[in-house]
């Protein structure tokens, strides 16, 4: 039997029950009083939000996350090792022939893991014990080619001429 449930404003009466339960009158207000609609309201000192913003966002939400410099080139390498890729080589490679064709790219190859298979990799960098690896299992490494930018000697002239002086 399905029984109606009375509702809490109802059973909310009588003396001193002007706030619903809600403590001080002044507590049930607008949104101002939780700290504002939404993820507002969600900083340090907010602690009765920070349970809901860390079931949606996780636990990376809060704190510091660091920060470079506008001129500060990031490293845009994603890092694998061998035997990692010799594990998975179905979701890594495909197969054409006797051995594996891996496209790894943006991917720089590192040398942990052992390689029992033939591998021929593509990818942005390779370490040394990779390559090693590698052929040593009947494959090959193709690492994109990079062109090294050395920046030139620049002479400050004032600094020359205080040389000349002495």
Do not use: W
Not at 17 to 22: A, Y
Not at 29 to 45: A, F, H, Q, T
Not at 108 to 113: C, E, P, R
């Amino acid at each position: 039997m399905k029984v109606k449930k009375k509702k809490k404003s109802i059973r909310m009466r009588g003396r001193n029950m002007g706030t619903h339960g809600s403590g001080a009158r002044k507590n049930k207000r607008k949104s101002g009083n939780k700290g504002g609609i939404g993820m507002s309201g969600s900083g340090k000192r907010a602690d009765h939000k920070k349970t809901k913003i860390q079931k949606i966002h996780g636990h990376g939400y809060f704190g510091k996350k660091g920060f470079t410099s506008m001129g500060t080139k990031r490293d845009i390498r994603k890092r694998i090792n061998v035997g990692e890729i010799s594990l998975n080589i179905e979701k890594y490679g495909k197969k054409s022939g006797d051995s594996f064709i891996v496209e790894l790219k943006k991917y720089k190859i590192l040398g942990s893991g052992e390689v029992n298979k033939k591998l021929k990799i593509t990818c942005f960098e390779a370490s040394k014990s990779a390559i090693e690896k590698v052929k040593k299992a009947g494959g090959e490494v193709i690492v994109k080619e990079i062109k090294e930018i050395k920046t030139p000697l620049v002479i400050n002239p004032k600094h020359e001429k205080k040389k000349g002086k002495k």
